[in-house]
């Protein structure tokens, strides 16, 4: 019998996101611990080191261009694989478009199609489904002057638009082989477009993800100083995605936390690159700079959860941050970014310290004071929480093996029969 094709993509792997890059590898985890001889491809646009650090085959990322480069190979890789996995982040409200059309692509070509783990917003990223300023928006405006703004034709634009995806979404959603959410708010989003049956619900399988001690080698002199230098360390990620409004006030919060509570704040990039940019910004504003270091030089997801678990309490706007500090059970402050972080703090019995549009400062100093001083309540309870998690994904790693089992049953009758496993 011929070994298992397996090809993964959907989101943009290799640009620089580490949340993303956990996924990643805790994905081709999971594959080779249900098939250890299962040939893996990533569609990823680190077409150099993702062979390297996973020992994958790869393929050009595409969807994420506008003159559709890769298409081709993303088309030629499909026709060699069995099964097709869509995973990662909040990739069916963030670019579902992209997601969606590689799942028709794999559907048209017989492919069996999972959608893996994967969450939604409750809203929809505007950068595709608000009518931005342009042609169109300038002639709705001024339709709505004309009629003396008796009827909203920029919002029934959005609106229609909005349907045609959620449209979209029951016809290929359908017609998967398999649909995981990675938590039940996601679960409760996609089944506004009335799907004909509930996904499974499992957890992000980066709450798997093994920690590496932060060590000379892996982080340098530097870092490895400031660490000893400060017993009490805050680690923070503000993401330049969605970078706080409230910049200013931010730079002076942390000023005084610094000085009154003597912290070392620690500034976790989880894009090093976009990430590192906004908070090398925030911190060249600080008065108290010099308790404070910006960790560079190590993108590994396992080396950044190892560093993660080395604060005290971590502030992020970011969610993998937040799931690197539960793993082991480091308290953690979240801050609103769409619905993802708030439905992950939920299952912690946590709310949002606001949004990155409007901070609450007061909520986030109570929760960091409270995280540091009721640190074993907090272990406690996010020990519970995760192992919760483990037992949900175990359930969606289930059923990702019967997929598995059934694409080679089929494939040794000579048929394809879609297995339409889903929840209950």
Same mark, same amino acid.
């Given at each position: 019998?011929?070994?298992?094709?397996? %090809?993964?993509?959907?989101?943009?792997? !290799?640009?620089?996101?580490?949340? *993303?890059?956990?996924?990643? #590898?805790?994905?081709?985890?999971?594959?080779?611990?249900?098939?250890?001889?299962?040939?893996?491809? $990533? @569609?990823?646009?680190?077409?150099?080191?993702?062979?390297?650090?996973?020992?994958?085959?790869? @393929?050009?990322?595409?969807?994420?261009?506008?003159?559709? &480069?890769?298409? =081709?190979?993303?088309?030629?890789?499909?026709?060699?694989?069995?099964?097709?996995?869509?995973?990662?982040?909040?990739?069916?409200?963030?670019?579902?478009?992209? !997601?969606?059309?590689?799942?028709?692509?794999?559907?048209?070509?017989?492919?069996?199609?999972?959608?893996?783990?994967?969450?939604?917003?409750?809203?929809?990223?505007?950068?595709?489904?608000? %009518?931005?300023? !342009?042609?169109?928006?300038?002639?709705?405006?001024?339709?709505?002057?004309?009629?003396?703004?008796?009827?909203?034709?920029?919002?029934?634009?959005?609106?229609? =638009?909005?349907?045609?995806?959620?449209?979209?979404? +029951?016809?290929? %959603?359908? /017609?998967? *082989?398999?649909?995981?959410?990675? *938590?039940?708010?996601?679960?409760?989003?996609?089944?506004?477009?009335?799907?004909?049956?509930?996904?499974?619900?499992?957890?992000?399988?980066?709450?798997?993800?093994?920690?590496?001690?932060?060590?000379?080698?892996?982080?340098?002199?530097? %870092?490895?100083?400031?660490?000893?230098?400060?017993?009490?360390?805050?680690?923070? @990620?503000? #993401?330049?995605?969605?970078?706080? +409004?409230?910049?200013?006030?931010?730079?002076?919060?942390?000023?005084?936390?610094?000085?009154?509570?003597?912290?070392?704040? $620690?500034?976790?990039?989880?894009?090093?690159?976009?990430?590192?940019?906004?908070?090398?910004?925030?911190?060249?504003?600080?008065?108290?700079?010099?308790?404070?270091?910006?960790?560079?030089?190590?993108?590994?997801?396992?080396?950044?959860?190892?560093?993660? /678990?080395?604060?005290?309490?971590?502030?992020?706007?970011?969610?993998?941050?937040?799931?690197?500090?539960?793993?082991?059970?480091?308290?953690? $402050?979240?801050?609103?970014?769409?619905? =993802?972080?708030?439905?992950?703090?939920?299952?912690?019995?946590?709310?949002?310290?606001?949004?990155?549009?409007?901070?609450?400062?007061?909520?986030?100093? =109570?929760?960091?004071?409270?995280?540091?001083?009721?640190?074993?309540?907090?272990?406690?309870?996010?020990?519970?929480?995760?192992?919760?998690?483990?037992?949900?994904?175990?359930?969606? $790693?289930?059923?990702?093996?019967?997929?598995?089992?059934?694409?080679?049953?089929?494939?040794?009758?000579?048929?394809?029969?879609? &297995?339409?496993?889903?929840?209950?």
């Amino acid at each position: 019998m011929s070994r298992l094709n397996v %090809l993964l993509g959907g989101v943009p792997f !290799g640009c620089n996101n580490i949340g *993303d890059e956990a996924i990643l #590898s805790q994905v081709v985890r999971i594959v080779r611990d249900i098939r250890p001889d299962a040939d893996i491809t $990533v @569609c990823t646009n680190d077409i150099t080191g993702t062979p390297k650090t996973l020992g994958v085959s790869v @393929c050009p990322l595409h969807g994420f261009y506008p003159d559709a &480069s890769h298409q =081709k190979e993303f088309i030629e890789a499909l026709k060699n694989t069995d099964v097709y996995i869509w995973s990662g982040a909040t990739g069916l409200s963030d670019y579902p478009e992209v !997601g969606l059309n590689s799942l028709m692509e794999a559907q048209r070509l017989n492919v069996k199609t999972v959608i893996f783990c994967t969450g939604m917003n409750d809203t929809l990223n505007p950068a595709h489904f608000t %009518l931005g300023r !342009g042609i169109k928006h300038r002639f709705f405006t001024l339709m709505n002057i004309l009629i003396f703004s008796k009827i909203d034709f920029i919002k029934i634009y959005e609106l229609q =638009k909005e349907q045609r995806l959620r449209d979209n979404i +029951k016809r290929v %959603l359908d /017609s998967c *082989d398999l649909v995981v959410n990675r *938590d039940s708010s996601s679960r409760e989003q996609v089944m506004r477009s009335a799907l004909l049956s509930k996904p499974l619900v499992a957890a992000d399988p980066v709450i798997r993800l093994g920690l590496e001690d932060p060590t000379v080698e892996s982080w340098g002199v530097s %870092l490895m100083t400031f660490l000893e230098r400060h017993p009490q360390r805050v680690g923070i @990620c503000l #993401s330049s995605q969605q970078a706080p +409004k409230q910049l200013e006030e931010m730079v002076q919060w942390l000023d005084r936390v610094i000085s009154e509570r003597n912290l070392g704040i $620690v500034f976790i990039p989880m894009n090093p690159i976009t990430d590192y940019q906004l908070m090398n910004t925030l911190r060249d504003r600080l008065v108290n700079k010099e308790a404070t270091i910006i960790a560079t030089g190590n993108d590994r997801p396992e080396a950044v959860a190892g560093l993660a /678990s080395k604060m005290d309490v971590i502030i992020s706007s970011r969610l993998h941050l937040l799931i690197f500090a539960s793993i082991s059970a480091t308290p953690c $402050v979240g801050i609103g970014r769409g619905s =993802k972080i708030g439905n992950f703090l939920s299952e912690f019995g946590q709310d949002t310290a606001g949004t990155t549009d409007d901070i609450s400062f007061e909520h986030m100093e =109570k929760a960091l004071v409270h995280a540091m001083k009721s640190t074993e309540s907090f272990q406690l309870r996010s020990v519970s929480t995760r192992k919760k998690m483990l037992q949900r994904l175990n359930i969606g $790693v289930n059923a990702l093996s019967e997929v598995f089992n059934a694409c080679e049953t089929e494939r040794e009758n000579g048929m394809y029969v879609g &297995s339409g496993i889903r929840g209950q």
